[in-house]
Every structure is written in C-alpha cells, then in structure tokens.
C-alpha cells in the first residue's frame, strides 16, 4: 500500500512539472485577420478547444505534443509544442484554401467544406469540451485535481470520447479523399467506364491524406495518370476494360 501511495505521489509531481498550457492566436496567413471556431487539438492527449472570435486559443500541452490546427476554410497545420522564452506566446497562421476554375480564382465554401463545417457544428460540444480532467497541481499541502485525474486514469472515462474524435477527424480526412479522388476524375483519365473497375484501381492506389490536402489539379492528375500505367503493366485491366475490343486472328 505504501508503494502504490508513492507511486501514486510520484506520478502527481511528474504531470505538475510538466504539464503546462499553451497559448496564442491563430491568424489567415493573407490577410492576418483572427480566425473564428478553429478547432485545436492535442493529439497525444485528445484534448481539444476552439479559437474565440479574436483568434485565441490555450490548450494544455507538454514539451512534445503534437497540435493539430484546423478549420473547414484553411489548410490543416501541425505544431510541436516548444516552452521558451521566445515561443511563450505562439502565432498560428493558416493557408486559405483556394479553388481555380478555368481562368477564375474562387475562395469560398465547397460542397465537401461546407459538410464537414455542418458536422463540426453538429459535434461542436464533443470535440470541444474537455474530456481529461487537468494534471493536478499541488498547493501547499493539498492537491488541486487530484482526485478527478486518479478517477479518469482508474475508470478510463476520457477513452470513449477520445476515440470519437479520433474516429471524427479520420473520417473527415477521408471525406476530404472522396471529394478530390473520384470515380468521374479516374474514368476521365483512363480507359476505365465499368465502375466495379475503376473502383478496384482506385483500391489498389489509396491516396494519401497529405497529398490530397496539397497536390494541384495538375499533380492530382498525373498521379492517377501514372499509377494507372504500373496498373496496366500489372496485368489487372479485364478484356472489357481495354478501350477497344482486340480483333481475332485466324
């Protein structure tokens, strides 16, 4: 019993010295202006919050933590959370993301953003609110938290919510995918016009969420192009795939 009571003061005195908060404001990266409701997350923790109407923020973080940024209008942007003197106060900028029609540049809401806009609004108070209790901190000869934190790490009460928005941001990433890599874009670029096909193809090819975020049209396009090729090479496409019918010799 001794042991554990030590153990169990030990780990209090370790999330005390290390754990701290991280603040500062996001920003359009253009314009400079604060952005409103972007979403910031701790992903070694799960512990998220949302930037107020002036583009603040603070979130609970160690030296370490990986921050995710985002928002259904700009680029998403990661930080690795660094305590010094000269980053005590961190400035986020994020990149709008611009759509180009033809010869007109377009900054707007797309169908994809305005869905996944819906389903952060829908979901706001679960991605949110805070779903670990802080790290207790001693104070003088009591101990602010520790209780609640003993509870959470005991119950696993934040594991439930944590996978939610885990399983919320992969989704999103993946609807994002759907909404540049499409069976109307394969179809255009290849030979392919059976369905069953060309969703084979694009099986055997995932795209990565990373490019899909940043690739051009024109990257976007000779990446289908040439995953194609190795696909033919591979000796996948069936006889009705081929854009002509190979003619019998006799």
């Known amino acids: 019993m001794l042991r554990f009571l030590s153990l169990v003061i030990f780990l209090f005195t370790a999330s005390s010295a290390f754990a701290q908060t991280t603040e500062g404001v996001v920003l359009d990266k ?29 979130i609970a973080a160690e030296g370490g933590d990986t921050l995710l940024f985002r928002h259904t209008s700009y680029m998403t942007e990661e930080i690795v959370a660094v305590f010094s003197l000269s980053e005590s106060y961190k400035t986020v900028l994020l990149l709008p993301v611009v759509h180009k029609l033809n010869e007109t540049t377009v900054i707007g809401l797309t169908k994809y953003q305005k869905d996944s806009l819906e389903r952060h609004e829908f979901y706001d108070h679960e991605l949110t609110r805070q779903i670990v209790p802080p790290a207790p901190k001693f104070t003088g000869m009591g101990c602010a938290g520790c209780f609640g934190w003993l509870a959470d790490k005991i119950t696993g009460n934040s594991k439930k919510p944590k996978r939610f928005r885990n399983q919320f941001a992969s989704e999103d990433e993946m609807k994002f995918i759907d909404s540049r890599y499409t069976m109307s874009l394969v179809m255009q670029l290849t030979s392919l016009t059976d369905t069953e096909t060309v969703a084979a193809f694009m099986y055997s090819f995932p795209m990565e969420y990373s490019f899909a975020r940043t690739a051009g049209d024109l990257e976007l396009k000779a990446w289908i192009r040439n995953n194609f090729k190795e696909y033919k090479a591979e000796g996948k496409l069936r006889i009705k795939d081929y854009p002509y019918k190979p003619v019998d010799k006799k």
């Open 30 to 58: 253009e314009t400079l202006n604060p952005i409103y409701r972007a979403n910031v997350v701790n992903t070694h923790t799960g512990r998220g919050t949302t930037t107020d109407t002036g583009g603040h923020f603070a």
